[in-house]
């Protein structure tokens, strides 16, 4: 017995963030398997786009979008979509997130830092907020 089937995710309908590759590959691919629908989206589109393909190919309903979680409008218009076509969101994988790659965040400008925070941080509340509000 698996650990999803614990959570019983089948006939339900999940978000994965930054899905094309990495733990939110691997996520929505287990949702998936463990019967659920997945909604994806990340930036890279062909990645994304395979995730979608592989999802689909265990016989559930998937969508996949290009979207920029940093961006609230782009976050709304998403989970509106994912409503739209796949109904209630039941499950949701705020994956989305980049590292510091290594460099010093001491030797880094305010750009690099807000970016680290939009990507991280605000697009999990975007999404949350979003789902909660659907």
């Known amino acids: 017995m698996g650990v999803l089937s614990l959570f019983n995710p089948g006939k339900k309908v999940a978000i994965v963030t930054g899905a094309a590759r990495g733990l939110g590959r691997q ?15 990340d930036l890279l589109v062909a990645q994304g786009e395979r ?7 265990l016989g ?21 979509q994912v409503v739209d076509q796949l109904g209630k969101v039941d499950i949701l994988v705020n994956n ?6 290594g460099r010093s965040l001491e030797d880094e400008n305010d750009a690099f830092w807000r970016h680290i925070l939009e990507t ?12 909660c509000a659907t």
């Open 120 to 131: 991280n941080l605000s697009s999990a509340f975007y999404v949350f907020a979003q789902w």
């Open 96 to 101: 989305a997130g980049i590292p510091s790659q």
């Open 60 to 80: 559930r309903r998937v969508l996949f979008a290009q979207a920029d979680v940093t961006r609230s409008d782009q976050v709304d218009a998403f989970v509106q």
């Open 51 to 57: 995730v979608a393909a592989e999802i689909e190919a």
């Open 27 to 41: 996520s929505a691919i287990a949702l998936a398997e463990a019967g659920a629908d997945v909604a994806i989206c």
